[in-house]
């Protein structure tokens, strides 16, 4: 479909596109507003992480910089999990597993992609990662939300080190959040990853 085409179908449906856009960041903010009431109240430990937690450092310094995400993820500690599965489903949450993934999806139509995925403290999210997930313990309170602290969410950025992640990390470089010394703080090898976004912070 080229770029008339799907103009045509935009006009013919009457679909505000920006509408759309607003509302699907809204959603994302009230999935993670839900998730994080169900789990404060049920006094279940837990960390915001993810495109959420590296907004919320974002907004600390330059509200204008903060990037918009589609899901919500959440570190919990796997003791924890069958706490947190009781709240997060009576907040309208459907427990689920993608590719060995714990999703909570938004309802029993949710979509995998909107949901909320979770990662368990103190395991490899990929058996090739350098470190495992941080402890619960390392959040802190953001806006009453319990966010993962930043040393520990820009080492799970470098472990993981996709594309997006990348991205992330070199916003919060630009804003002066990360330099130089921050790359021995991190294992030799996340270390040298850190160095090269240091190096061309603009990409």
Not at 31 to 55: D, S
Not at 67 to 85: C, F, G, I, Q, Y
Not at 189 to 201: A, I, K, N, S, V
Request: overall charge negative.
């Amino acid at each position: 479909m080229d770029s008339q085409q799907l103009a045509a179908l935009v006009r013919e449906q009457s679909l505000d596109v920006f509408e759309r856009m607003f509302r699907a960041v809204e959603l994302v903010q009230e999935r993670l507003n839900r998730a994080c009431a169900a789990l404060g109240q049920a006094r279940v430990p837990y960390a915001v992480i993810g495109g959420n937690a590296v907004a919320a450092w974002v907004a600390t310094i330059d509200d204008g910089a903060v990037r918009n995400t589609r899901d919500v993820d959440l570190l919990l500690a796997e003791e924890d999990l069958p706490a947190a599965s009781e709240a997060l489903q009576a907040a309208g949450f459907v427990r689920d597993e993608v590719l060995d993934t714990i999703v909570f999806l938004d309802g029993p139509d949710g979509k995998p992609s909107q949901g909320l995925h979770i990662l368990l403290a103190g395991r490899k999210v990929n058996p090739d990662y350098v470190s495992a997930a941080p402890d619960v313990q390392c959040a802190v309170e953001i806006n009453q939300k319990q966010v993962l602290g930043l040393e520990a969410l820009v080492e799970m950025k470098l472990n993981s080190f996709r594309r997006k992640d990348q991205t992330h990390l070199q916003d919060m470089i630009q804003l002066g959040m990360i330099d130089q010394s921050w790359r021995s703080r991190f294992p030799p090898l996340l270390g040298e990853r850190l160095q090269t976004l240091l190096d061309d912070p603009d990409g």
